[in-house]
Each structure stands twice: as C-alpha cells, then as structure tokens.
C-alpha cells in the first residue's frame, strides 16, 4: 500500500506512542533516553513532526524494538516477533492476580479448541 508523507508521519507517531506506553514511559521518560525534548516526541506521536535519523534510531533504541516496527502500518500483519513483544509488554503491566486469571482464561480458550 502507498502512503502520502502525512499518513507516514501519522502512522509512525502511533506506533511511537503505542510502544512507549507499553514500557510504561511518559513523553518526557521518552524524551530522556532519546536526548531531545519532550515536545519532540509529542510532534511524532501527533504526526505533526518527523524525527531526525538520530533520534529515529534512539527510539527504535530506546523502545526496545527494530526500526521496522515502527514502519509496520499493517496490524493485521504482526510478525510473530512483534506480535510476542506486545503480549509481552502487556502482560508484564499485570500484578498477579490478573496475571493468574489470565493464565485461567488462555487455558480455557486452548481447551475449547
């Protein structure tokens, strides 16, 4: 599929913030680790700015994640990695007792198969 610069700007943004709020990092925590300022990161989670190279690299870095992901417009179309990554990411925002009703529930849902 072909994107204007725009949507490419949009789509990144979404995917920035997507993965910063699954590490559980706020705008400025970001910002930290990347070495630029708060209201860079605000811009790219917008679309409103694109980051520079450097700090394209710092956030693929400082997510935790390949540069691809954070082109990977498409869902729908998680590779197992990133798929993996999220659940992950996830999960690991649970305290126990949801962390031990989840394991009841997927265990459920793989005996009904």
């Known amino acids: 599929m072909?994107?204007?610069e725009k949507e490419i700007m949009k789509?990144?943004?979404k995917k920035v913030k997507k993965y910063r709020k699954l590490l559980n990092l706020t705008q400025q925590q970001?910002?930290?680790k990347c070495g630029c300022s708060a209201q860079t990161i605000s811009?790219?989670?917008t679309g409103y700015s694109f980051p520079s190279s450097d700090?394209?690299?710092k956030l693929s870095f400082s997510l935790n994640v390949p540069l691809a992901y954070l082109f990977n417009f498409d869902d729908r179309q998680l590779d197992n990695e990133e798929f993996y990554f999220i659940i992950k990411n996830?999960?690991?925002k649970l305290d126990k007792k949801d962390k031990d009703?989840?394991?009841?529930?997927?265990k459920c849902i793989a005996e009904q198969q």
């Not at 009703?101 to 997927?106: A, E, F, M, V």
């Open 2 to 4: 072909n994107y204007s």
């Open 11 to 13: 789509n990144f943004g």
């Open 30 to 32: 970001l910002a930290d």
């Open 43 to 45: 811009g790219t989670e």
């Open 55 to 57: 700090i394209l690299f």
């Open 90 to 92: 996830s999960v690991n």
């Open 101 to 106: 009703l989840l394991i009841k529930i997927l």
